[in-house]
């Protein structure tokens, strides 16, 4: 059964246990800011303005994948009666 102690120390040779050393893992040098760990984790909670584009047939804009709201078409077909 593996140590903690065995996972940290290197042994070299062939003829058994010349040299032991330790090995030396990456570590940062200073700790990381609240404000810098802080606004990484706020990236993905900014707001998006949803898409538009423009109606092919009154040129005004909508939603993507939507029916017009102005002229009730979707896909080139009335999909919705519209009250001037």
């Known amino acids: 059964m593996t140590s903690l ?10 003829k058994g246990l010349l040299a032991e050393e330790w090995v030396v893992m990456a570590v940062p040098k200073r ?3 609240k404000a810098k760990s802080r606004s990484r984790r ?3 909670w900014r ?3 949803p898409a538009a584009s423009l109606c092919p047939t009154c040129s005004s804009p909508k939603r993507p994948h939507y029916v ?3 002229c ?3 896909k ?3 999909a919705l009666e519209v009250e001037a």
């Open 42 to 44: 706020a990236s993905s």
């Open 31 to 33: 700790s990381t800011s």
């Open 47 to 49: 707001l998006m303005a």
């Open 68 to 70: 017009c709201p102005s």
């Open 5 to 14: 102690f065995d996972l940290f120390v290197g042994v070299r040779g062939s």
């Open 76 to 78: 080139g077909r009335q």
């Open 72 to 74: 009730g078409y979707y």
